[in-house]
């Protein structure tokens, strides 16, 4: 199986953001390979264990996206491809569709994986716009793979509405990971020492006839006026003590002041 | 725009058309159109705005009437066997007939994960631009403007929808109000029922025993994480639920361990919430979690380790074993209940 990852260096969330003057403070970030694009990697590496194959992990960015390439190579990807071009900063998931769509219809493929959502934007689009643009079935927000494909159709369950759905998907597809899909594998210190022997394709927009008119900024659907902070909640009040005392005080409140059960 | 000189009058375009008319993916879960559905309804009522709607599924056609109640002027209903489940292609194919025969300037879905795979889905087959999860829509001065969390609800972006043409938006549950409204006889036209290519086969959906009371729509929701240790802790918890009539809920960790179902997990990549109050019992606090309920109106919050993130959002934290703090909860609570 010939299979494609999608992944993206986002800013790592899990450390304090700041925001001032409509602006995210770029002081003391830093960047790290989206979570569920991790998720997305060890399934398409569980996929290869389990089969033949290769995997070859894609992402769109500047030089920082290559750190979030690297880190592919060395939990286990084949390959990388960078696509690293000035003119394609600001793009919407269209743009980066459309760039991504380029990189893969290169070779034959047999399956995409991409995140539910990156964790910078949370906006959950390139999966299925670039399902769209390749023309194959899509399934959104995958718990379990069948790691066994048969007859050229893959088994797999994803999280919808009304519960579990389970799905029959034939070959090539594009699936987007949940977190839930598995647990992503650490790179061993073999695998980082590997990965700097792997092959990565650097390319521009020119390298794959894309006019640069029509992604990035310039061929963006969409324009992010600012960034606020959220909303702040009051400050709260903390009870500590003998938890009998302290949890009639909190229902007291409750009833008092927040009236919860009037 | 036409714009002969550079000069900033011209900017301000005056001919811009004012947006109009929108289309709404109506979602249905246990064959009724839930609240979020009719929320954008009461949105697009209280804008003005001319609102249609698109029904899809098996025997949901009877819910035409309730989207007509809310100010549904038109339904476009694709009612057949084959739509009982939700498959991406086949509801795709149905809203985009839905979005040639309207023409509406939107379209607008809940972002339920069914919104989550048929909005981008859509926008791509229509060429739209797309913006997820939104919690404000302005249409003021003929812009589509928008505000959505992100980087996992740290902070929120203000987008505006540049691209002319047809806009495609998933809005968050609990952002605008539904009406009041009972039913009322719809002006219904059928959508021809799109035949999947056989490329997806749904072959069954596990429906999980959910709560009593459904998350979306729970006024009081009680969550358990990791500190209840085990099922007989979320037993030992349920009874609060219970007297509160709320929803009952969990962490990723409890859902993970295979203490409570999927449905249940409350946070960024389980449901997102936002109930009057919110109990979380035994929970850190992660951002992941944090970004799915932290827009509640009441938060609070027990757990025995002073210093766990949860505390930093809640309006009570009760520091302590849970153990021994919910059943002091649940009978001070009855006290005020009776
Ligand atoms: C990409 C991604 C997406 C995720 N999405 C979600 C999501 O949607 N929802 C979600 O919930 N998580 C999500 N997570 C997981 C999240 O990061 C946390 O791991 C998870 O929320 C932790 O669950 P928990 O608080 O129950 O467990 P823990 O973090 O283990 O916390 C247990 C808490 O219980 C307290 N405790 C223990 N014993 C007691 C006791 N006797 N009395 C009182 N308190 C006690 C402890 O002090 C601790 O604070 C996601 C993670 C990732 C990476
Ligand atoms: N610049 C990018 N390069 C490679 N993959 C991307 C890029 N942006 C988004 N993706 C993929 O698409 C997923 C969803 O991204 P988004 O639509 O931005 O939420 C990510 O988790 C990645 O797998």
Redesign the interface.
């Known amino acids: 199986m010939n299979i494609i990852v999608l992944v993206k260096s986002v800013?790592d969330?899990?450390l304090n953001?700041r925001?001032k003057d409509g602006e995210?403070v770029k002081d003391g970030l830093n960047y790290i390979l989206s979570k569920w694009d991790e998720n997305a990697l060890e399934a398409a590496l569980q996929l290869k264990e389990a089969g033949d194959g290769e995997v070859t992990a894609v992402t769109v960015g500047p030089d920082r996206a290559g750190e979030a390439l690297r880190k592919a190579l060395a939990m286990g990807a084949d390959k990388g491809v960078h696509v690293n071009d000035p003119a394609a900063a600001g793009s919407?998931?269209?743009g980066i569709?459309k760039i991504l769509a380029k990189v893969i219809q290169r070779n034959a493929f047999d399956l995409v994986i991409a995140g539910?959502q990156s964790?910078?934007?949370?906006?959950?689009?390139t999966?299925?716009?670039l399902?769209?643009?390749l023309g194959?079935?899509?399934?959104?927000?995958v718990?379990e793979i069948d790691p066994k494909p048969a007859g050229g159709k893959l088994n797999i369950k994803r999280?919808?509405?009304?519960?579990?759905?389970?799905?029959?998907?034939?070959l090539p597809?594009l699936l987007t990971a949940?977190?839930?899909l598995n647990e992503p594998r650490l790179a061993s210190l073999r695998g980082i020492m590997a990965a700097r022997k792997k092959p990565m394709d650097i390319l521009t927009l020119s390298d794959l006839g894309i006019d640069p008119e029509t992604v990035g900024a310039a061929g963006?659907?969409?324009?992010?006026?600012?960034?606020?902070?959220?909303?702040q909640?009051?400050a709260?009040?903390?009870?500590?003590g003998e938890?009998?005392e302290?949890?009639?005080q909190?229902?007291?409140?409750?009833?008092n002041e927040?009236k919860?059960?009037a | 725009m036409q714009c002969p000189n550079a000069v900033p009058e011209c900017l301000i375009d005056r001919n811009r058309k004012p947006m109009s008319k929108i289309l709404i993916v109506a979602d249905v879960k246990g064959g009724e159109v839930r609240k979020s559905s009719l929320e954008l309804l009461g949105k697009a009522a209280a804008d003005g705005l001319t609102a249609e709607a698109v029904l899809i599924g098996a025997g949901v056609e009877g819910q035409a009437d309730v989207l007509a109640g809310h100010g549904a002027a038109k339904v476009y209903v694709a009612d057949d066997a084959s739509l009982e489940n939700f498959a991406v292609d086949r509801y795709t194919a149905a809203a985009a007939d839905a979005v040639g025969q309207s023409a509406p300037d939107m379209v607008w879905l809940s972002a339920s994960e069914t919104g989550k795979a048929l909005g981008p889905a859509l926008a791509a087959r229509m060429e739209a631009a797309f913006v997820s999860d939104c919690i404000a829509v302005d249409l003021s001065d003929g812009e589509v403007v928008v505000l959505r969390p992100a980087m996992a609800t740290k902070v929120i972006q203000k987008v505006r929808i540049k691209k002319d043409g047809l806009k495609v938006i998933t809005v968050r549950s609990g952002a605008f109000d539904a009406a009041d409204a009972g039913p009322k006889p719809a002006d219904v036209t059928a959508l021809s029922i799109p035949e999947g290519d056989g490329r997806i086969v749904v072959k069954e959906v596990v429906q999980e025993q959910t709560g009593r009371v459904d998350l979306g729509d729970a006024g009081t929701i009680v969550s358990v994480g990791r500190g209840v240790k085990g099922p007989e802790g979320v037993e030992f918890v349920r009874p609060l639920a219970d007297l509160l009539e709320a929803g009952y809920g969990a962490s990723r960790a409890v859902v993970d361990s295979g203490w409570m179902p999927f449905d249940l997990q409350v946070g960024q990549t389980g449901r997102v919430v936002s109930p009057d109050v919110y109990f979380a019992i035994g929970i850190s606090g992660a951002i992941q979690h944090l970004a799915g309920m932290s827009g509640s109106k009441l938060i609070v919050a027990v757990n025995k380790d002073p210093d766990a993130p949860i505390f930093s959002v809640a309006d009570y934290g009760i520091v302590g074993d849970l153990f021994k703090v919910v059943p002091v909860l649940i009978e001070e609570i009855k006290k005020h209940k009776t």
């Open positions: 800013i969330v899990e953001i925001v995210v919407d998931a269209f569709a539910r964790q910078d934007t949370d906006l959950g689009a999966g299925p716009v399902a769209e643009l194959v079935p899509l399934a959104v927000n718990i999280k919808g509405d009304v519960g579990v759905e389970l799905i029959e998907i034939a597809a949940n977190d839930s963006s659907g969409i324009e992010i006026v600012e960034f606020q902070p959220p909303p909640r009051a709260g009040q903390k009870f500590e938890p009998e302290i949890a009639r909190v229902v007291e409140l409750l009833a927040a919860i059960f």
